[in-house]
């Protein structure tokens, strides 16, 4: 039973094409998150969702788009790909909490990488 | 928002103990330390989570000073599938688990050989 599952694992597509990622978690988490990880593997918040409301954006281009259809689902949805767009991008949820505890750590899927050629 | 310092990589040889210490001189008072583990193709996963002192469980231990400005991950006899990169991170779970940030850093690419 896989807790976080992303699609595709693997995408190859040219510069200016439209792509969607999809992220699934069967945790029944209140949270998700998209993080992408460069090759230096640093790992960049992208944008959170908290029941189905988004949180963080971060300085992402306007070229990236969540969309949350409901608690279980937060895809990722990229405009007119560019070069530098060609990284893993990891979607991840976590349960919240009503007050500061302990262990509620993020569960990430397996990652999508994408690269634009 | 704390910021963390780890090595970047270390080397080790099976059945040691590797000890991989992180800094976060800034950690603010609602912060706990978590550490992730990153095996190649696949996504973080957690390890462990301390507030302060010392937690184990049946993966690893944490140490944590009393200042709780730096943290050491401890892995008892590491094998070679411990070969892995290890992420430090400090926040406030009752932030980010609402949807706040949480920030991870280069990590530590610890390579174990036989």
């Known amino acids: 039973d896989t807790a976080v599952s992303q699609t595709p694992k693997y995408l190859v597509t040219q510069m200016g094409n439209d792509k969607s990622i999809k992220c699934e978690q069967n945790?029944?988490?209140?949270?998700m998150y998209w993080y992408k990880q460069d090759s230096k593997k640093f790992l960049k918040i992208m944008f959170s969702y908290n029941n189905k409301e988004l949180i963080i954006n971060e300085t992402v281009p306007n070229r990236f788009s969540p969309k949350s259809p409901d608690k279980a689902h937060l895809n990722l949805h990229i405009n007119s790909l560019e070069l530098g767009d060609s990284a893993v991008y990891f979607c991840?949820?976590?349960?919240?909490?009503?007050?500061?505890?302990?262990?509620?750590?993020?569960?990430f899927g397996n990652g999508t990488r994408l690269t634009v050629t | 928002l704390a910021k963390t310092t780890q090595p970047i990589s270390m080397d080790s040889y099976e059945g040691q103990e590797v000890n991989i210490t992180c800094s976060h001189n800034?950690?603010?008072?609602?912060?706990?330390i978590t550490w992730y583990q990153q095996f190649p193709s696949q996504g973080p996963r957690f390890i462990i989570q301390?507030?302060?002192t010392k937690v184990t469980n049946e993966v690893a231990s944490l140490f944590i000073p009393a200042d709780r400005k730096s943290s050491t991950l401890s892995l008892p006899r590491v094998s070679l599938s411990d070969t892995a990169v290890y992420y430090c991170?400090?926040?406030?779970?009752?932030?980010?688990?609402?949807?706040?940030?949480?920030?991870f850093g280069q990590g530590t690419e610890l390579s174990v050989k036989p």
């Open positions: 301390g507030y302060k």
């Open positions: 991840a949820s976590s349960q919240a909490r009503q007050s500061s505890s302990y262990n509620s750590p993020l569960h």
């Open positions: 991170l400090v926040g406030d779970p009752l932030s980010y688990n609402q949807g706040g940030k949480l920030i």
């Open positions: 800034n950690i603010a008072t609602n912060d706990y």
């Open positions: 945790l029944g988490h209140d949270t």
